[in-house]
C-alpha cells in the first residue's frame, strides 16, 4: 500500500507541474489515451479551441515530448491578434510548416532559437524556454529566473518538485499534457487577450529573490574565465560539476569591459537555476587616469557595462580588487588616512563612485560588494566611509555599500591578531566596528611556497585558515568566504599555482579533497 502510495505521487507531482484551475469531470474523451487523465479537460479545451490535434490513431499522446515549433504554435493560436497575421502568412505551401510561426514570433520579438537556427525547431522544449516564451507573450523580458518567478507570481505554475528556482527545473522538458494544462492557465489569467510584443531590453524581475532556494552563499571559490588557460579550455558544465562537487555555491570572475561581461554573462546562463551563483569583480585601474573625474566616467562606463550585460543574471556586483594596493604609500601598515598617497587615492575613490552609478543606472536592485582590501588596509574604506581624503579634508562625496569585502592569505597569519608595524589588530573586528555590513572574505589562499601539496591542504582548512573562519563566522558576520583559486594559472601568466585543481582543468590536488571533506562536515546556513 505504501509503495502504490509512493507511485500515485509521483505521477500526480509530474503531472502538476502546472497548476490545474477549474478541472472538471467529463464521462468520456475525444482521444482513447486521455480519458482519466489528470489533464483530460485541459486537453479537450486545447483541442476545441485549434491549439492541438491528436493522431491518426485516436490517441493524443500526451506524454510525448513537444519541440520548440510545437510549443510556439499552440501558444501562437491562443491569441487572436497572432492568429491574425498568420491568415496572412506569405509561407509558400513548400516552405517548413513553421515557418510562419518563426515570422510571426520575430514581430513580437518572441525568444525562439529555431528563427536563426531552423534546426533547432525539432528539438525538444525546455521548461526554462518555455517560461520565457511565456513571459514574452505578457511583454515582459525576463532571463531564466526572473521568467519563472514571473509565472510563480501570476499563479502558471508551481514548479516540478518545488515552488523555487530550482525546484521549476528548468532544464527539463515539456510533454503535451503539461503545456496544455499551461496555455489553459495562459488563457484564463492574461489580462489581456492580444499577444504583447517583448520588451526589447532585459530587465531584472525582483521577484526573482524571493523563490531561490535559501541555500549558503558561505563556500566559494574563484576564477578568471576572461584571463584564458584552464578557465576558457574547461566548459562551464564541467567547472559548475566540479564547484557542486566542492559543495561550493559562489563563484567569483573578473570583468573589465563590455566583452569580458558578456563573456560572464554566458557562464551565468550556463549555472542558471544550478544554486552557484556568479559573482563579477570589476577591475578598473584607476591609477592610469589623470584624475578623479576621468577616473569617475570611466568607471561609470564600465559600471554600465557590467549591468547591461548581467542584469537579472546576477545578484551582487564588487566594484574593485585591491585598489587600495595603488593609492598606499610604501611600507605604511594601511591603519591611517595618512597612509596613503591622496592624488591616488582621489582617482581610486572616482573609480569606485563611477562603477555604482553605472551599474545602478541599469540593475537599481543590485547588492554592492566593496572594492576589496587586504592585510591591515581598512582605513582606505574607512575614508570612502567617511567622505574624508589622505590630506585631512573632509566633507567629501561618501561611498555606501552592501557588503564589506577582504582578503586573507597564509603570510598574513592569524586574522585576530594580525601585527603590522603600527601594533596588532583584530581585522575582522575592526571592518564590523568601522562598517557594520556583511563580510565576505572575496578571497583567502596559501601562497605556494607554503609548502608541499599536502601542507598547502592542511592549512587551507586549518586553524589559521578556513577552520577559524567557520568558527568565527557567527560572531563578526562572515556571510561568505571564496579560496582562491579554482585552477592552476602560473602556466598562464596568473597569479600563480594556487588552484584546487592543476591547469589542465582536470586533475584534483590535495587541497581539493581536503576542502571538499571540509564543507561537508561542516555546514553553513
Known amino acids: 500500500m505504501l509503495r502504490s502510495s509512493k507511485i500515485i505521487l509521483a505521477v500526480l507531482l509530474t503531472i502538476s507541474i502546472f497548476i490545474i484551475s477549474g478541472a472538471s469531470s467529463l464521462s468520456s474523451s475525444v482521444y482513447k489515451d486521455v480519458e482519466g487523465h489528470q489533464a483530460e479537460s485541459a486537453i479537450i479545451w486545447a483541442t476545441n479551441q485549434k491549439l492541438v490535434k491528436g493522431y491518426k490513431d485516436g490517441s493524443f499522446k500526451p506524454n510525448l515530448e513537444v519541440t520548440e515549433a510545437e510549443f510556439l504554435a499552440m501558444l501562437l493560436r491562443l491569441f487572436p491578434n497572432a492568429i491574425t497575421l498568420l491568415n496572412k502568412s506569405t509561407s509558400k505551401p513548400s516552405d ?86 499551461l496555455l489553459k492557465l495562459v488563457s484564463d489569467k492574461s489580462p489581456s487577450p492580444e499577444l504583447q510584443v517583448r520588451a526589447k531590453e532585459l530587465s531584472s524581475n525582483k521577484s526573482t529573490d524571493k523563490y531561490r532556494d535559501k541555500m549558503s552563499l558561505f563556500y566559494g571559490t574563484n576564477g578568471h574565465l576572461s584571463q584564458g588557460g584552464a578557465y576558457r579550455k574547461t566548459s562551464f558544465a564541467t567547472q559548475l560539476s566540479q564547484l557542486q562537487d566542492l559543495g561550493m555555491t559562489v563563484y567569483r570572475n573578473d570583468i573589465w569591459d563590455a566583452s569580458t561581461a558578456t563573456q560572464l554573462a554566458e ?141 586573507w592569505y597564509s603570510d598574513m597569519r592569524d586574522i585576530t591578531q594580525a601585527c603590522g608595524g603600527s601594533g596588532c589588530y583584530n581585522v575582522l573586528q575592526q571592518l564590523k566596528d568601522r562598517f557594520d555590513k556583511p563580510i565576505w572574505l572575496t578571497e583567502y589562499g596559501v601562497r605556494p611556497n607554503v609548502g608541499n601539496d599536502e601542507q598547502i591542504a592542511e592549512y587551507t582548512t586549518g586553524d589559521k585558515m578556513l577552520a577559524q573562519f567557520v568558527s568565527l563566522a557567527s560572531a563578526y558576520h562572515i556571510q561568505s568566504v571564496a579560496q582562491y583559486s579554482l585552477y592552476d594559472d602560473l602556466k598562464y601568466g596568473g597569479d600563480g599555482n594556487y588552484g584546487l585543481l592543476k591547469d589542465d582543468g582536470i586533475s584534483q590536488k590535495v587541497s581539493y579533497d581536503a576542502i571538499k571533506r571540509f564543507i561537508k562536515s561542516h555546514p553553513m546556513d
Not at 527545473?169 to 515539456?174: F, H, P, V
Not at 562603477?355 to 543606472?361: D, L, R, V
Open 267 to 407: 557562464m551565468a546562463d550556463a549555472f542558471a537555476g544550478s544554486g552557484v551563483q556568479i559573482v563579477p569583480v570589476l577591475t578598473p585601474k584607476p591609477q592610469a587616469y589623470s584624475n578623479e573625474a576621468e577616473a569617475y566616467k570611466k568607471g561609470f562606463d564600465l559600471g554600465q557595462a557590467a549591468a547591461r550585460a548581467l542584469s537579472g543574471k546576477v545578484g551582487y556586483y564588487q566594484v574593485g580588487n585591491e585598489l587600495e594596493v595603488g593609492a598606499i604609500i610604501p611600507r605604511a601598515d594601511g591603519v591611517s588616512s595618512k597612509d596613503y598617497d591622496n592624488s591616488k587615492f582621489v582617482k581610486a575613490r572616482g573609480s569606485i563612485r563611477g562603477m555604482i552609478a553605472g551599474i545602478k543606472s541599469i540593475d537599481d536592485s543590485a547588492q554592492i560588494i566593496s572594492a576589496s582590501a587586504g592585510w591591515l588596509h581598512y582605513a582606505f574604506n574607512d575614508m570612502l566611509w567617511n567622505g574624508v581624503q589622505p590630506d585631512g579634508s573632509t566633507g567629501n562625496d561618501v561611498i555606501r555599500w552592501d557588503i564589506t569585502s577582504w582578503h
Open 96 to 181: 517548413n510548416w513553421s515557418d510562419s510561426y518563426y515570422s510571426v514570433a520575430a514581430l513580437f520579438n518572441m525568444p525562439v532559437t529555431g528563427l536563426v537556427e531552423p534546426k533547432q525547431r525539432v528539438n525538444a522544449i525546455t521548461r526554462g524556454q518555455v517560461a520565457e516564451l511565456v513571459t514574452g507573450a505578457f511583454g515582459f523580458h525576463y532571463d531564466t529566473d526572473g521568467s519563472i518567478a514571473f509565472l510563480f507570481d501570476r499563479g502558471l505554475s508551481i514548479g516540478r518538485s518545488g515552488k523555487t528556482i530550482k525546484g521549476y527545473e528548468a532544464s527539463k522538458n515539456l510533454t503535451r499534457a503539461e503545456v496544455v494544462v
